[in-house]
């Protein structure tokens, strides 16, 4: 049983491996040790490690949220800028870092109006929590997941994407794999298993 469960974690792992660019996984990976190596403070690490996503919602948030899903939470900019050195010394990948403090300044552009949303669309972000450990205080994610993904809605049909993609101005995917960016431009997703 362990051994069945440990062949899907590594084919999970090469899956997503295969579909991150170039880089991005080894950066992740070597940054994330050598801030244990250097006892840095601050670093919380890639938003996709500190959330959930519904399963519903998980489609969605990779074709709408897609690299920002890897962005670095730290508590300050003076953590970025020592994330972002050590991402030079290790030669890594372009990363993307969102520093608390910054995240706490999003909190006064407000949140999206949802009221003119029917029963055939759901906002993305009601499917991305933050995970309880990272639920504190000192911690705040909800302005930040807001902000990423509070355009983006989840729609029952095609048609009903256009609509609010046109209309209303949301980027949305079907639950059909087909999204619609505000102003009504759309593509297809590609699926495997």
Avoid at 91 to 117: F, H, K, M
Wanted: charged share 25%.
């Amino acid at each position: 049983f362990i051994e069945n469960l440990r062949k899907k974690i590594k084919k999970n792992e090469t899956n997503l491996e295969s579909n991150l660019p170039r880089g991005v996984l080894f950066t992740l990976k070597k940054l994330s040790a050598l801030v244990k190596e250097r006892n840095v403070k601050g670093y919380y690490g890639p938003l996709i490690d500190l959330v959930d996503i519904d399963e519903n919602y998980r489609m969605a948030a990779d074709m709408l949220g897609g690299n920002k899903l890897f962005g670095i939470i730290v508590d300050s900019a003076k953590t970025a800028k020592v994330i972002l050195d050590l991402n030079k010394e290790i030669q890594g990948s372009s990363i993307t870092l969102y520093p608390q403090e910054w995240i706490n300044d999003l909190r006064t552009q407000g949140t999206r109006d949802y009221s003119a949303v029917a029963d055939d669309a759901v906002p993305l972000v009601n499917g991305v929590t933050v995970k309880e450990e990272y639920n504190t205080g000192s911690l705040s994610l909800q302005p930040l997941l807001h902000h990423l993904f509070g355009k983006a809605l989840v729609c029952r049909s095609y048609d009903s994407a256009v609509n609010y993609a046109t209309n209303q101005n949301f980027n949305c995917v079907s639950t059909d794999g087909q999204v619609v960016y505000a102003g009504a431009f759309w593509t297809r997703a590609g699926r495997f298993d």
